[in-house]
């Protein structure tokens, strides 16, 4: 079967195209596009990409890349390591898109299931940790530690700040990852990074903070509480990066006196990934709330005093307070942290304290053993990682061509030791490949290990030992059997919206079609089970997957080259400043650091420029939507001596093609600016226009938008940032060297087939339509539902971009009604909220995507002109401003159940207000959720019993 993957991955018919372009008012879908988007930067030629492949000759492909990868055991550590995931976790919500597909749970009645697995997960890493608060997930460790380094900056007391205390120390035995992103994040920020080893460093009150690892790069178990103790003496906040799975035998960090504890839960059942994506995890003392990054999930109640789970403290985040952010966190990783927190849902701490011990006792083992063949070990203190001496007549280039060949890779140090971590797929019969390579390089014979040999004891010092409980919560005492482990998942995988429900139609968030054949090769052991420093002949398949992607969102892009370290959106942006900024310093401009962001740009860009270290000029916005070209104009004049360039979104955050795109970028080149392009929008653009075209000289991009990776609940995003030729040389090194932005030299390579299959079955034909589609299903909603809300802001020619904005203000005045009542109303009917109150007060911001049908986009527009009829019934006086069934939505199975009804409208009216709701329902489990309450009151983490009260 040679079927186009573009029939199945865009939702409209031909016979549907019709009908909807008769409804827009254009002949054919090209006239549409020429309404929409400007002539002059209409792409002349096709993209030089490769023919679509059909599903099936892309599945026989990604396999033969697969095949190409070697899969070694892997002893490398270093923050990355083996596991096994649960089956009933990777077939319940790995592979699960009712999990997978979900969005940030911003609209929490339809988030009760993430948002409990999510409190779950922070529920155990309070544990672990000995911290009284942990957040919902970051990206990496590495990033983990830069937050944590801009935390303690902006936690400075007021004498600190008057002295302009700057210097961070950071223990020279962290992971080289940590220290290659930590340079380029302190830099930025005006941080004076020093390094050294913590026992040999002499603090001075010139200090703000330190990091140290825990257990360290090397392996050594550390005794930080002497160095605590002098640190607070200056007043200095200390953050530790602890392996997490080491924390079930070692007192946890939050017991000895540390701020902040940081670090991966990748170890928590999640495959390496090739370096990402894993669930970084974050703990601080509560004190600290309302400075910590990254999303914090708490407890609070809804509009009948039923306890429910929301978001809280959002306020920190980015889209709301833009530059005076926490953080420019816009993607955790969300799904990640779902599993993780299920991997100890489902082990408990006696299961994780058995895996953990069985570890260390290997290490053991294997530690008794070496000077038998003639090696000495050099960790006194040590939880699974083995720092080798080789003996005086084994090389250490012999070494390595022996443990190859039984297909095992070691940590080589440049000072010739060799490292070995042990993991939790280590099992008798690697330990015994490990004996026999350790034996035959040393020319002796080896003795093999039997299991009744494995003595399960601690070897480290006692005063090192956890005596503390953990996980005594009942949720981590309950699940133990698969069937009971299933049934819960499903239980809170029944509480959410997802893409398997109904459209969500998010404008700027892209909630596209995930393709199961794009999924596939992320359950393959072969892409998966790869840990990113392997050697690079033992990965052809993914470099050749990568260089292939790089060059394809090059080429899509209209730019030279890719960086696809990046992690997230936010991290783009952050990295796509770095490289202007370099490229400046390097050309002797280091007075360029100031920045236009037109006032109706995402948070995210304020933000990034302000974690860059940059300095922002908003520029005002027309009453039409457009950015101000006066006014743009001007303050790239005044500014020309200091102009680092600008920051603009295309199509517009108002979901508007801009004409005079083309003259502003010309307006920052002739002020000695580069153009930075958020690629939020680039949905719209992909195949008819790009940013080289344009003029821009840096983009990033959204996989987990426009290029079809899942948004997980929250996260996984990766956001490559693609450059001009005069900038390659600033992009983030993949050595751990200049200008490093993530922990992998690829961030989440785990989820790059996704993209790369996404390119490569719909070719440049296919994203072109698909692109055109996107244009095509924003406007046919504008046309059903401009008379009733209106359409706030449209082009020259009268039509949106890719998205519209549906204005809700006059409501408020008329019938009492909010967005948010509106949002909420939605749920009744069985859909996620568009986006609310972004990027103006009082709208509703709509994003169809390309991927729905006609069917489901007029199932929305019917649901949203019912409900202005239910406005209308409102301010026409039939029903009460105070009691209605806008105001009193979502309404949950418990109440439409319930044996009272105090309402004047009926039953069926709010939950079945039409027949095909009432032939498929989704019930939620809330009614409206308190913020407020849940802010006043914040609990994070779970009761001592599944019966919650508030």
Known sequence: ???????????????????????????????????????????KESLDLPEPMTEKQYLKHIRELGAKNELFMSFIGQGWYDTVMPAVIQRNIFENPSWYTSYTPYQAEISQGRLEALLNFQTAICEFTGMPLANASLLDEATAAAEAATMMYNLRNRDQVKNNVNKLFVDLQVFPQTLAVLKTRTKAQGIELVTGYYDDIKLT?????????????????????????????????????????SLALLTPPGEWGADIVFGSTQRWGIPMNFGGPSAAYFACKEEYKRDMPGRIIGISKDANGKTALRMALQTREQHIKREKATSNICTAQALLASMAGMYTVYHGAEGIKQIALRIHSIANYLNEMLPVYGYSQINEQYFDTLKIVLPEEVSTADFRAVALDYGVNF???????????????????????????FAEAAGNVPVYATEDQINQYISFDESLERKSDFLTQEIFNLYRTETEMMRYIKRLERKDISLTHSMISLGSCTMKLNAASEMLALSMPEFNSIHP?????????????????????????????????????????????????????????????????????????????????????????????????????????QNKDVLLGCMITYPSTHGIFEVSIKEMCRIIH?????????????????GLTNPGTIGADVCHLNLHKTFAIPHGGGGPGVGPICVAAHLEAFLPDKQFGKNTVAAAPYGSAGVLPITYGYIRMLGEAGLKQSTKIAILNANYL???????????????????????????????????????????????????????????????????????????????????????????????????????????????????AADEWNHAYPRSKAAFPTPWVASNKFWVNVARVDNAYGDRNLVCSCPPTTDWSV
Request: glycine share 8%; with cysteine.
């Open 670 to 686: 002739e002020n000695g600016g580069q153009v930075y392009m958020d690629g939020a929008n680039m949905n719209a653009q992909v």
């Open 205 to 245: 009150d010139g200090f703000f903070g330190a990091i140290v690892q825990f257990p360290n790069a090397d392996g050594n178990i550390c005794d930080y509480r002497e160095f605590i103790d002098s640190a607070k003496v200056f007043n200095m906040k200390v953050a530790v990066a602890a392996d997490i799975l």
């Open 533 to 637: 420093l392997a050697p690079k002949d033992q990965t052809v398949g993914y470099n050749e997957l990568i260089n292939e992607l790089e060059s394809y969102l090059s080429i899509i892009t209209g730019l030279s080259a890719c960086s696809l370290q990046p992690n997230s959106g936010a991290a783009g942006e952050f990295a796509g400043l770095m490289t202007i900024r370099e490229y400046f310093i390097a050309k002797g401009e280091d007075q360029r650091k100031t920045v236009l962001i037109p006032a109706s740009a995402h948070g995210t860009n304020p933000a990034s420029a302000s974690q860059a270290g940059l300095d922002i000029v908003v520029v005002k916005c027309d009453e039409n939507g457009n950015v101000d070209l006066n006014d743009w104009k001007e303050k790239a004049i």
């Open 782 to 896: 504008a046309s059903r539902l401009d008379k009733s809300y209106g359409v706030l802001y449209r082009g020259d020619q009268g039509r949106v971009g890719h998205e519209l904005i549906l204005d809700c203000r006059n409501f408020k005045n008329t019938a009492g009604v909010t967005e948010t009542d509106i949002a909420k109303r939605l749920i009744d009917y069985g859909f996620h909220a568009p986006t609310l109150s972004f990027p103006v007060h009082g709208t509703l911001m709509v994003e169809p995507t390309e991927s729905e049908s006609l069917a489901e986009l007029d199932r929305f527009s019917e649901a949203m002109l019912q409900i202005y009829n239910e406005i209308q019934e409102i301010e026409r006086g039939e029903v009460d401003k105070s009691d209605n069934i806008l105001i009193n939505a979502p309404h949950p199975e418990y109440v439409i």
């Open 411 to 437: 940590r080589y140090f440049e000072s010739g030791e060799v490292g070995l971590s042990i993991d939790e797929t280590t099992d008798i019969e690697s330990l015994n490949t490990l004996i026999q390579i």
């Open 1 to 43: 079967m040679n079927e186009l993957f573009q029939d199945r991955h865009t939702g409209i018919s031909q016979k549907d195209l019709t009908i909807m372009l008769q409804a827009t008012g254009v002949k054919t879908l090209d006239e549409l596009i020429s309404q929409t988007i400007p002539e002059d930067i209409l792409l």
